[in-house]
């Protein structure tokens, strides 16, 4: 039997990342993953993928604006095989990528199903034959699937997922996509910038609910005034799949039954842990709802035996949050000291358009935690970058404690905004007031500079606006 100081169930950006780090820091490691490729969910059908739509999407709309910046570009033509055949190149590359670095870092591989077969041991299957291997400790990072709804089945031709929407043999002209969160604004966005006619179901009162209520409401109305019809309070009841596609019935926000046409349905309601058949019930660990239990290192209640990602009870089913949370395990793995991941540090982003990147508490969250709350604004608006881009639709929010300036959370919606919430996330992680922040020196002309004036704000001296 093969012995290791570290088995990882799972490639992906926790799995991965903690292979690496595992490796690193010295510890014999293997990763077993059933798929041939490695890189998990993100890489190969989440996060990389849907960012290559995101970024060709943005191209053709330029194009489309192509006289309003000087350019006599006429008859643009979108070759949608090409953008497909460029999207699997990057995730091949990438995931070679990740076999580099296994190498590099003495990390091994094993490709199979992996489950828990008592302490400290793993079973392999793969093609109808088990092994079993022996380690110190065990990282489970099995990542999650897509979730439907009771009553709605998905075939992968008409009602889809996440995986399948990315390999759309053509274009559709129609698209219902239930559920507003990262992944259905994200895919309106795409296919409503490639010319599909989309309606957005939300049943909650707002799309994007986990943002910040300003937020939500100016993502509504910008998708609204790109043709996105936007229903919210719609609780859908059935998908009935004829020859032309499907239709859905559902219930609107006043209690009337509405229905709705087109060729694709994209459900994205969530996403469930994937945990099913690992032999969890064989093991000490807390299991709610296929969620596990962890503490502060991503240990379960098994001994040795760890958990990360989207499988873990609490914690957002996010990739950055997923690495963060798999160094943490393997560097007290290692017997050397760890930060506990914070929740309230891990930012979030949607890679629609507009962007939308936040960090903290909204400001409703901050009021109903009992903060006296000052909130500054800042819109894209007073931008000079922001003019050049011809992006001036959003805002920066800055929630900060009255008395100390005490930044609470930043919320913003606007160009750039995935990778100017950098600078508020470094605040946060360093406990940065509102007048620290302001005391420093943002370059000009940027984008960026907008979060010099959303702090400035609060404190009622904002300069370009």
Known sequence: MAK???????????????????GQL??????????????????????????????????????????????????VKVNWPAILARKDKIITKHSKGIEFLFKKNK????????????????????????????AANILLATGSDARSLPSVEIDGKIVLTNREILSLPAIP???VVVGSGAVGSEFASIYNS????????????????LEDEEVSAELAKAFKKRGIQVETGANVSAVKKDA??????????????????????????????????????????RVERGFLHVNEHMETAEPHLFAIGDI??????????????????????????????????????????????????????????GFKVKVGKFPFLGNSKATILGAHEGFVKVVAEEQYGEILGVHI?????TEIIAEAVTALQLEATVDDMMAMIHAHPTVWEALADGFNAVRGLTINA
Request: aromatic fraction near 4%.
């Open 244 to 285: 032309k596609g499907a239709t859905v019935t559902y219930t609107d926000k006043d209690g009337k039954n509405q229905s709705v046409a087109a060729e694709k349905i994209l459900m994205a309601v969530g996403r469930r842990p994937v945990t099913e058949g690992i032999n969890l019930e064989k093991t000490r660990a």
């Open 4 to 22: 290791y100081d570290l088995v990882i169930i799972g490639s992906g950006p926790g799995g991965y990342v903690a292979a690496i780090r595992a």
């Open 312 to 369: 873990v009870a609490g914690m957002p089913q996010l990739a950055h949050a997923a690495s963060m949370e798999g160094i943490v395990a393997v560097t007290h793995m290692a017997g050397k000291p760890t930060q506990p991941v914070n929740r309230a540090r891990i930012p979030n982003c949607t890679y629609c358009e507009p962007q939308i990147g936040s960090v903290g508490l909204t400001e409703r969250a901050a009021r109903d935690d």
């Open 26 to 75: 010295g510890l014999k490691t293997v990763v077993v993953e059933k798929d041939a490729p490695l890189g998990g969910t993100c890489l190969l059908i989440g996060c990389i993928p849907t960012k290559v739509l995101l970024h060709h999407a943005e191209i053709y709309e330029q194009f489309k604006r192509a006289e309003e910046f000087g350019f006599e570009a006429k008859d």
């Open 194 to 209: 490639f010319g599909t006619q989309i309606t957005l179901l939300e049943m909650l009162p707002r799309i994007v609910p």
């Open 413 to 417: 919606i606007g160009p750039l905004a």
């Open 107 to 134: 990390v091994e591989r094993l490709q199979g199903f992996g489950r828990f077969a008592g302490p400290g041991r793993v079973s392999v299957e793969k093609d109808g034959k088990s092994a079993e291997i022996e």
């Open 173 to 175: 002209k129609s698209m």
